[in-house]
């Protein structure tokens, strides 16, 4: 909290003499003696500012029993009906442990949006971006952090580069403008090796990774006034291509760019008790006609564990949208599954659309009795949908 506000006070003292040529009775030169003191004050604002989100939602990895406070389920867990005491984000305001902060599981493909904005652009202090780059966090011992890139970039870690022969103005951060940018990002604890079971549960706190923001500052256009006044004077340069340099004035041209640097969202790292992925599911399917829905969990703990498993036709909280009655699925609605150790299974089902359009998949959770925590939760705070064609 506080006022973050930073400025300097600053004093200009300028002394000269006056001299006024043949003002004496002989015809010599008066002379004076002249002082003039200016005093203000300049605020420095920071040249770029990054906000981050981290996505979630079903395009996020399932929890796989994650030990995070917002992956918790309430105490009495051994019932199909099984919910939450408070929902996610309601949890990471009131957990000392979660606050502000992603979840993720050990080896998951983070995807990040940040959005770059100049605040002093609202003062004509425009700022114009030239490269983006990713570069691991260099303090973070205990955990791996790699960009999710395509393998045939050419420059490893850079999100953004102008071209030079660019004339898009697009990463120029004026008033009221914003640059987007969205990447994954790959966190690997380093203490696990192979799932071992001296490791489970093992977790970090970190950011994730640093973004680095390389750019310029945007030259000032002069006051309409100023430069109608320079041209009525002839001096607004010798050519007309030399105009729209002389209409400007500070900050200086550089020959470098200026960098800052920027930790990305701060995530919970861990090593879940489970592994639990969507192994199949259709892009689109066609009314009336049968498709797979699978999912395969496996225990990476040495100890048995009960998984509860519960499938509703009610798919979101929100009215009107919650109906899930166009799809019929057949599998295993509510029951419990056995795990032994390092064991895998996969939960089957046989779906079938009955109309065209968005539709919302039946709500599936599949919940850990031992830990207490979802190990797939893509219930009413998470519908799943497909686009089913006619």
């Not at 009775?25 to 005093?39: H, K, L, M, P, R």
């Not at 105009?243 to 990305?264: E, N």
């Amino acid at each position: 909290g506080g006022d973050m506000t930073c400025w300097t006070n600053f004093s200009v003292f300028i002394a000269y003499r006056q001299v006024r040529p043949h003002q004496l009775e002989d015809g010599g030169n008066s002379a004076e003696f002249v002082t003039w003191e200016y005093q203000s004050s300049v605020i420095w604002a920071s040249p770029v500012r990054a906000m981050f989100s981290v996505l979630r939602g079903p395009q996020k990895a399932y929890p796989s029993g994650s030990q995070h406070p917002s992956n918790l389920i309430s105490k009495g867990l051994g019932s199909t009906t099984s919910k939450p005491y408070l929902d996610a984000d309601a949890l990471r305001l009131t957990s000392n442990a979660g606050d502000g902060e992603a979840a993720a599981i050990d080896g998951e493909k983070v995807r990040v949006r940040c959005t770059l904005q100049a605040e002093g652009a609202a003062d004509g202090l425009a700022v114009e971006v030239q490269k983006v780059s990713f570069e691991s966090n260099e303090e973070e011992t205990e955990c791996d952090l790699t960009l999710v890139s395509d393998e045939y970039n050419p420059e490893e870690g850079v999100l953004f580069k102008k071209k030079a022969d660019s004339q898009s103005h697009s990463n120029i951060l004026r008033k009221g403008s914003r640059f987007g940018l969205s990447y994954g990002v790959q966190a690997r604890l380093r203490q696990v090796e192979g799932g071992s079971v001296e490791n489970e549960g093992a977790y970090v706190r970190t950011s994730l990774g640093v973004l680095a923001v390389d750019f310029t500052p945007v030259r000032l256009g002069l006051p309409k006034e100023v430069f109608s006044w320079m041209e009525a004077n002839q001096l607004s340069g010798a050519s007309p291509e030399a105009l729209p340099i002389s209409s400007c004035h500070g900050p200086l041209v550089m020959s470098q760019t200026s960098t800052m640097k920027f930790f990305g969202p701060l995530c919970y790292v861990e090593n879940s008790p489970f592994e639990a992925e969507l192994t199949s599911f259709p892009a689109a399917p066609k009314v009336a006609v049968p498709f797979d829905v699978k999912y395969s969990i496996t225990n990476k703990t040495s100890l048995h564990q009960k998984l509860e498993v519960m499938m509703s036709e009610s798919s979101t909280d929100e009215p009107g949208v919650g109906s899930s009655d166009g799809v019929l699925i057949s599998g295993l609605v509510n029951g419990d599954i056995q795990l032994a150790p390092m064991e895998s299974k996969v939960l089957s089902y046989t779906a079938l659309a009955i109309r065209a359009g968005k539709t919302s998949m039946p709500s599936l959770t599949v919940s850990s009795v031992r830990h207490k925590s979802w190990v797939i939760n893509d219930g009413p705070k998470n519908p799943r949908f497909i686009n089913v064609l006619p």
